[in-house]
């Protein structure tokens, strides 16, 4: 029996020899490959990775190379985003109607409305999450076993979740300030509208900016944080132009609270308690670490709750005159499958007003606010000389479009619209397509040139509804087109009109597969009159509401994007019993 053991043991320990040995053969023969050869894959790998990468893994990869890419990747970064959509049941208001599972081929009336199920309103308290994983698969809610359908004889009901919908932007717009001027005022002029603004511990928020280097392993995001988050100058397109991310909204809000003029020391004399918790970076960092847990993920937001259930003004008034400025999609906070965090789903965070780059269509609470553009004036004479390059730029282009292709997407219109623009180029040189896969779209001054050499833009849905081209297109006195009333029309109540059609172009994707006209065709339909009065409305009224001006500016004649959304905020807490 010693024997057998002793030889058995021998022969085990020879074949780990032999396997040290081979694995050192192959290591010898990888590390021979010459470095240009091996730098050559992977730039090949690198450059088709959106279609040879396995859907398991395509969102670090997609997000990875386009992170810097602002066209190819919209405000969120997970890949065939759909969006849900929440009907309000007339007959049981207590009950909502949300989304279980997403059906690719709705017939209603817009193409994010997939699946409409009525279960009860979810969420979850931050209690129920300590030393706990959450269970990111909700599987399939229902009532009594009824699913509603997209249809299937339901269209009233989705009917009225847009209505809801409607409702909910009138509601917010019924908060705006009726003030024309500039919040640069004295402290005098505050009329006892105090801001507060928390000094959180640092893990909150400074020390995430300081993990800007291992956000992305493979390229300087700390670039973009530079001057409280401008990102650095852009010396050829003028002065206050700065290559800005479009998730930097965190740090730019954040310098610019901390020297309003009615800001307030003291917490009793306050009537608006600002929460400079960078959220949009506390989800970025994990993107692309592997075996993150979702316990892990929430772990930040849950500490913040435990730290704020421990002030006195939240208490007093469980967090409704609080509000949160997040530099990411709402979506990214209400986590599906693995994909971001919870915060937003937790119980205490319902009363706050958030402030996002894309809101969740039906929360009364969150309210959309532009993505940063690349724009950010120091003095109104800064607007005033962008306003008359912009109305005055010579249009070569009838349409101009900035960003790629969505070829694993089949509800995407893009590919389409990237055909269209082909024909009518090829044709009449009319339509201008800026392809984000080259990498043009990394330089600033490229894409502001492409916006202000065209006479419409094409904005159609990315991963998610909205996208920072948007309002760079604006900014540059480009009528944007859209596809989809999500992109625009349903999430900024306090910066874009109601009236729609003085600043747009809506051309239904539907209608536009189904008729099969090309899309440059249909825009060369519009007046050269209309266009004038478009692009005027968006120079002269729009544009200086939709830049966020750097911390110190001396803008005096105008209210930016910043001022607009503080002044609406004070007017929200005013209005609070």
Known sequence: MAVSRRSSAITKQSKKVEERRKAGLYGAVLYGIPAAIFLTLFMLLWSSSTSIVSRRFIHVWVSSRKLTNLYCLSAGSRPDFQIPIQVVNHSRPELALRESETLRNSSSNNGYIKEIVEVPEPSISAESMKNKEINDDDGEHSVNGRRITAGSGDEEEIMNAMKAIEEQLRRQRSWMSVSTGNTNVGAAECGGRGIYVYELPAKFNKELVEQCGEMVPWMDFCKHFRNEGLGDP?????????????????????????????????????????????????????????????????????????????QKPWIQNSGKDHVFVLGKISWDFRRNANWGTKFLEFDELQNPIKLLIERQPWHQNDVGIPHPTFFHPHTDDNVFAWQRKAHRSKRKHLVGFAGAARPDSLENIRSLLIDHCAAAAAAERLCRHMDCTSGDCDRPEAVIELFLESEFCLQPPGDSPTRKSVFDSLISGCIPVFFDPFTAYYQYPWHLPEDYGKYSVMIDKKELKRSGENVVEKLKGISMEKREEMRRYIVYELMPGLVYGDSNNLIRKFQDAYDIAINNLLRRVSMLK
């Open 234 to 310: 852009i010396p050829a397109l003028g002065k206050g132009w700065y290559n800005t991310h479009q998730y930097a909204l965190e740090p730019i809000f954040h310098s610019r609270i901390l020297k309003h003029p009615c800001r307030v020391y003291k917490q009793d004399e306050a009537k608006l308690f600002y929460v400079p918790y960078y959220g949009g970076l506390d989800i970025l960092r994990w993107h692309f670490k592997n075996n993150v847990t979702n316990s892990l993920k929430d772990s930040l937001g849950l500490e913040l709750i435990q730290w704020l259930s421990e």
